[in-house]
């Protein structure tokens, strides 16, 4: 059965003993509100945080947008919205070192149309790897913990679900946990 907001957010509280919530959309209880005014905020900064495998994606860069302009770079594209983009994946374009700048939603970039980049998407909940549903549901916990009970000590629970739900995910390959390697500098290239 696809899991749903309410129900990582339940996960999340469940870990801390506070009480569960029916709804983020129309908020009534006061976990209620506190989920729904954090859970997108740690969702996308969850994704972000790791190359998560499920939630990996390639779109076909195809049309510069002709508003676009940038002082250094030739062209501009927009950065997808469906699925959202939350954080591009530095590969190596046609065997030579990543060349790109993003200023804010989009792009910058001499590569001609018909290029693909490769990112990390904010998928649809029902997609969510079960093991992000844990972390995810740790970071909840972590977040709401102080306002749902008060507790210190739930609050190193918290903490100690998010360190084992992220070493469980670490180990089963849920993301790829190689540090991005940068690319050098047309200044260090020059050095060689």
Excluded at 74 to 100: E, K, N, S
């Amino acid at each position: 059965m696809p899991v749903t907001d309410v129900d990582i957010c339940n996960l999340g509280l469940g870990i801390i003993g506070a009480s569960g919530v029916v709804s983020l959309a129309q908020p009534k209880s006061a976990n209620e509100t506190r989920c729904a005014r954090f859970y997108p905020q740690r969702r996308d900064a969850e994704l972000r945080k790791h190359r998560w495998n499920f939630a990996k994606r390639w779109q076909l860069m195809s049309a510069p947008d002709p508003t676009a302009k940038h002082p250094a770079r030739r062209y501009g594209y927009v950065l997808p919205t469906d699925p959202w983009c939350l954080r591009i994946i530095r590969t190596a374009h046609d065997g030579g070192p990543v060349d790109w700048d993003i200023n804010g939603r989009h792009i910058f970039t001499d590569w001609s149309p018909g290029w693909w980049l490769h990112f990390i998407g904010r998928p649809p909940t029902a997609e969510f790897d079960p093991l992000f549903v844990d972390v995810l549901a740790a970071s909840m916990a972590l977040v709401l913990c102080e306002p749902a009970t008060q507790s210190g000590s739930k609050k190193d629970d918290a903490r100690q679900a998010y360190m084992e739900a992220i070493a469980a995910a670490k180990a089963a390959n849920g993301f790829e946990s190689e540090p991005e390697q940068p690319q050098p500098s047309s200044w260090e290239l020059a050095r060689f």
